[in-house]
């Protein structure tokens, strides 16, 4: 399946592959396409696929894609997602399973879908996703970069890129709470938890093949840190530049379209 919208522009940087469209829909859509066409690959070859999803606006429109696909075996997916608040009721909006739910699961019902429970004890509940996590390696991994240039909730400078755990708790830091409250998800700063659990980044980056969707202007200076600077946790995106097989989604307004960036 070729995609029916084309980048305004390519590059490489390292080994991760940058591609940028006009808008934020195209950007979505064609990140989306790229992930129901890998799929429909790995469903021809294995009997399950394993995807872990990003829980956030950016993601909206890449899912949305993925929820229009034809000819899925959405039976045959066993669904992830990458991280969760401690501590928010239930039934709360905001709980990033409940996210994923609403703009997904719901929809297009994958056989299997594991959520990570931020109401249980964390030590326990880390062990409990770390296990089903290791059972068989992770295919296709849907991520966005948080304004802090986080992955996940692995946030500067305390990411790990050799970080021995599966998923842990982790303290969320200002940038990454406020960036919440900017994207209307809590009507202020202390209504956003302080903790959460998250999938590592040596989790994240096991997967075969990663999607990383990153719309909005709120995001360029993490873009450009993820793209120009040396790799380091100081920006814990600037991991996927090593990751054998990732696609960075870029609409113009995150690219910040330099000169540099518009030559192939």
């Known amino acids: ?68 696909a034809e000819g899925i075996d959405w039976s045959r997916v066993t669904a992830f997602h ?4 401690i501590g928010l009721p239930e039934s709360s909006p905001q709980r990033f399973a409940h996210f994923l739910h609403h ?26 996703y770390a296990r089903l996590i290791r059972e068989k390696p992770l295919d ?12 996940a909730f692995n946030d500067p400078p305390v990411a790990d890129f050799e970080d021995p755990e599966v998923i842990k708790r982790v303290a969320l830091d200002p940038v990454c709470r406020r960036q919440q409250v900017n994207d209307g998800c809590f009507d ?34 993490a873009v450009a840190k993820t793209l120009n600077e040396p790799v380091s946790t100081s920006c814990p995106a600037s991991i996927l ?3 054998p097989d990732c696609t960075l989604y870029l609409d113009l307004e995150s690219s910040g379209v330099t000169h540099d960036l518009s030559h192939h």
């Open 103 to 128: 703009h997904l699961f719901d929809r297009v019902h994958p056989g299997i879908v594991h959520v990570i429970e931020g109401n249980r004890d964390p030590y326990v509940e880390c062990e409990r």
């Open 140 to 151: 296709i991994v849907c991520l966005g970069i948080g304004e802090n240039g986080h992955l």
């Open 82 to 85: 990458m991280d969760e608040y």
């Open 241 to 243: 530049r090593y990751h």
């Open 188 to 221: 202020d700063l202390d209504s956003v938890p302080t903790h959460a659990l998250t999938l590592t980044i040596p989790t994240l980056m096991s997967g075969r093949y990663l999607v990383c969707a990153v719309p909005g202007e709120s995001k360029r200076i």
């Open 1 to 68: 399946m070729v995609s029916s919208v084309k980048p305004l522009f390519t590059k490489q940087v390292d080994r991760l592959k940058v591609r940028v469209y006009a808008n934020r829909r195209e950007m979505g859509q064609a990140a989306g396409e790229s992930v129901v066409e890998r799929l429909r690959l790995l469903l021809k070859e294995q009997s399950e696929v394993r995807m872990v999803f990003a829980a956030a606006p950016s993601q909206l429109e890449m899912l949305n894609t993925l929820c229009q």
